[in-house]
């Protein structure tokens, strides 16, 4: 590993589509469920499981019955909760693949389950990949916290140390997920606008809000081209 930059991907609002809202209208019609209870609930789930801190496996069982069907297979399953998914952002998964043929080393960094990660990664399989067996892949699910938490933070940090990076780049649709990186660590960050879906679960978990904004190394893209800019300004070969 010889790349002087680390760039950090986020995957959901950033490399992926997210659509909370189709999900939550679908899943309004399969249950009893008033809709505020239902996103109560769900969000909770969701974090258990984001952190690692229930199985894959319990997951699904809890989904089922919040869903109202607890006998429903997998695959009915993931046709339901897939919809939380849109389409890969093509144009960002392109300009990922071309700084790293500019030299860049990549980094995938999101806040992920495991149930996620396997539909995701059979569905697109060039938005997720590094293409480099050494880069850093961190999914909460494994680290077992979440953004902003430092866990997640501190394991990239490890990478960038032990391959001599010493520019660091965190791409996210969350500015509060870019303070831990901006603040302890003196990454840069860029707060990626096009895809923000306000309906996203996690968004109504403590310290998952975005009012306050860093305050440094930190630039705003509200498209692609933006985002190019943003990285070039970072010192990013594209």
Same mark, same amino acid.
């Given at each position: 590993m010889t790349a002087k930059n680390l760039v950090l991907w986020d995957v959901g609002g950033?490399?992926?589509?997210?659509?909370y809202s189709r999900f939550f209208e679908k899943a309004l019609e399969l249950t009893? *469920?008033?809709?505020?209870?239902?996103?109560? =609930?769900?969000?909770?789930l969701e974090l258990r499981t984001l952190k690692g801190e229930i199985s894959n496996e319990n997951y699904q069982i809890t989904a089922k019955k919040l869903l109202?069907?607890?006998?429903?297979?997998? !695959?009915?399953?993931?046709?339901?909760?897939?919809?939380?998914?849109?389409? =890969?952002?093509?144009?960002?998964? !392109?300009?990922k693949k071309r700084i790293y043929d500019k030299g860049s080393c990549l980094g995938i960094f999101s806040n992920m389950n495991q149930f996620?990660?396997?539909?995701?990664?059979?569905?697109y399989l060039e938005m997720l990949k590094t293409y480099n067996s050494e880069s850093p892949i961190i999914y909460s699910? %494994?680290?077992?916290?979440?953004?902003? !938490?430092?866990?997640?933070?501190?394991?990239?940090?490890?990478?960038? !140390?032990?391959?001599?990076?010493?520019n660091t780049i965190l791409i996210e649709d969350k500015e509060s997920y870019l303070i831990?990186? *901006?603040?302890?660590?003196?990454?840069?960050?860029? %707060?990626?606008?096009?895809? *923000?879906?306000?309906a996203e679960a996690i968004r109504s978990a403590s310290g998952h809000?975005?009012?306050?904004?860093?305050?440094?190394?930190?630039?705003?893209?509200?498209?692609?081209?933006?985002?190019?800019?943003? %990285?070039?300004?970072?010192?990013?070969?594209?």
């Open positions: 950033v490399l992926l589509e997210l659509t009893k *469920i008033s809709p505020e209870k239902f996103k109560k =609930q769900y969000a909770e109202g069907n607890p006998g429903m297979t997998k !695959k009915e399953l993931e046709n339901i909760v897939s919809l939380c998914w849109g389409s =890969q952002v093509d144009d960002a998964v !392109k300009l996620a990660w396997e539909y995701l990664s059979k569905k699910y %494994l680290v077992k916290d979440v953004k902003p !938490k430092l866990p997640m933070y501190k394991k990239a940090q490890k990478f960038a !140390k032990e391959h001599d990076i010493t831990p990186g *901006i603040e302890e660590f003196e990454w840069k960050g860029i %707060l990626f606008t096009p895809y *923000i879906d306000n809000d975005d009012r306050t904004k860093p305050r440094k190394n930190f630039k705003i893209a509200n498209s692609v081209n933006e985002l190019e800019n943003a %990285l070039i300004s970072f010192g990013v070969e594209v």
